[in-house]
């Protein structure tokens, strides 16, 4: 069964610095591959996804992530992250099947703080 | 418009006891998703609709868990027997199509006593 892993499990920054999360994820054949974010109170919220084409992809309020398919990551990044950004981050995966399910793997996400 | 959204938003219950939780996707998505998130991690697939078909139910723990779609739109996550095993928060997403992005609602937070 595929897995996801997100390497850090609370990030703290200072307003202005740059951001990256990590995700790899084990599966050998295609797949899609999503971040989602849930704000304090919220329910998740899609951030960005990528299913095929450019591996850089940009996504809501300045996030993007990079596919990199011989590593197994999709790494997301923003340069100046805001103290609004202060939320839990999900990398998810969907094995890309023609008949199968699409069932979403989760990884146990990262918390981040963004201190004013 | 309306998002998906899910009642109730909190249910306690004594061990033992049988529960409904309740999903309303998106209007005009066709599949429907259950997951399951225990503190500190991420969601856990637990079925999956397409129309009125489960089509994957792969990710029910036991056959204490069983959900229906009737008319291909509500869906009822029905629980047996409840242990204190089961308290988490249960959460619905919906599709336009299969495969397609899935959005979220906002959770049902079931609590085990």
């Known amino acids: 069964a595929q897995s996801v892993s997100q390497h850090n499990h609370h990030v703290i920054l200072s307003e202005a610095a740059s951001l990256e999360l990590g995700c790899n994820y084990s599966?050998?054949?295609?797949?899609?591959l999503f971040w989602y974010v849930q704000y304090p109170g919220q329910h998740l919220q899609l951030l960005l996804k990528y299913f095929s084409g450019d591996p850089l992809v940009k996504g809501i309020k300045g996030f993007e992530a990079e596919f990199i398919k011989s590593k197994f990551s999709f790494n997301l990044r923003k340069p100046s992250v805001q103290w609004s950004d202060t939320a839990e981050y999900f990398c998810a995966v969907n094995p890309y099947s023609g008949a199968g399910s699409y069932q979403l793997t989760f990884g146990k996400g990262t918390k981040l703080s963004v201190i004013p | 418009g309306a998002g998906v959204s899910q009642t109730p938003s909190n249910k306690v219950t004594e061990k033992g006891k049988y529960v409904e939780l309740r999903c309303d996707p998106i209007?005009?998505?066709?599949?429907l998703y259950w997951y399951r998130q225990s503190l500190g991690q991420g969601p856990e697939f637990l079925i999956y609709?397409?129309?009125?078909?489960?089509?994957?139910d792969s990710g029910l723990p036991n056959d204490r868990f069983f959900a229906v779609r009737p008319e291909g739109s509500v869906s009822t996550l029905k629980i047996q027997r409840t242990e204190r095993g089961d308290s988490a928060v249960y959460l619905c997403?919906?599709?336009?199509?299969?495969?397609?992005?899935?959005?979220f609602g906002p959770g049902t937070r079931l609590l085990v006593l």
């Open positions: 599966y050998g054949g295609t797949v899609n």
């Open positions: 997403a919906s599709s336009l199509l299969s495969g397609g992005t899935q959005y």
């Open positions: 209007s005009g998505h066709t599949a």
């Open positions: 609709f397409q129309g009125t078909g489960a089509a994957d």
